[in-house]
C-alpha cells in the first residue's frame, strides 16, 4: 500500500513553477499553481521523452521531442503524437510539507 512521502516544501515552488524531484526509483513533476500542487511522471508515453526538460503554460507541459502535450492535474494526454495518459500522483500539503502517494503503473 503507497504511502504518502514528502517530496518538497510548498516554499520550494512559486506560482507557475516545476520541480524535478525522484521518489521511490523513477522521476516525478511537481507542478503549482495558485496554492495547488500536482505530480506526474516524468515519462512521456508517445516514446520516453523527459517532460520536465519541456515548457508549460496553464495545465499542460509539452513534450520537447515531438511535441505531445499533457494535462499536468491528471496526466492526460492532450494532443498526438501520445495516445496514453502518463501516471498521475495525488499529492497533499500538509503545513509546508508536500506530500505524494506515487502511484505504481
Ligand atoms: S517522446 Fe514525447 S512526443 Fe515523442
Redesign the pocket.
Given at each position: 500500500m503507497p504511502e504518502f512521502l514528502k517530496l518538497a516544501s510548498v516554499s520550494d515552488l512559486t506560482d507557475g513553477e516545476k520541480l524535478l524531484v525522484e521518489a521511490e526509483d523513477r522521476f516525478v513533476i511537481l507542478f503549482r499553481i495558485g496554492n495547488d500542487f500536482f505530480c506526474i511522471d516524468d515519462v512521456?508515453?508517445?516514446?520516453?521523452?523527459t517532460?520536465s526538460d519541456?515548457s508549460h503554460e496553464g495545465c499542460e507541459i509539452e513534450?520537447?521531442?515531438?511535441?505531445?502535450r499533457f494535462d499536468m492535474r491528471t496526466g492526460k494526454a492532450m494532443c498526438m503524437?501520445?495516445t496514453k495518459d502518463t501516471l498521475a500522483h495525488e499529492v497533499k500539503v500538509d503545513g509546508e510539507d508536500i506530500l505524494v502517494k506515487i502511484k505504481d503503473e
Amino acid at each position: 500500500m503507497p504511502e504518502f512521502l514528502k517530496l518538497a516544501s510548498v516554499s520550494d515552488l512559486t506560482d507557475g513553477e516545476k520541480l524535478l524531484v525522484e521518489a521511490e526509483d523513477r522521476f516525478v513533476i511537481l507542478f503549482r499553481i495558485g496554492n495547488d500542487f500536482f505530480c506526474i511522471d516524468d515519462v512521456c508515453t508517445h516514446d520516453g521523452g523527459t517532460l520536465s526538460d519541456g515548457s508549460h503554460e496553464g495545465c499542460e507541459i509539452e513534450c520537447p521531442r515531438h511535441g505531445a502535450r499533457f494535462d499536468m492535474r491528471t496526466g492526460k494526454a492532450m494532443c498526438m503524437p501520445a495516445t496514453k495518459d502518463t501516471l498521475a500522483h495525488e499529492v497533499k500539503v500538509d503545513g509546508e510539507d508536500i506530500l505524494v502517494k506515487i502511484k505504481d503503473e
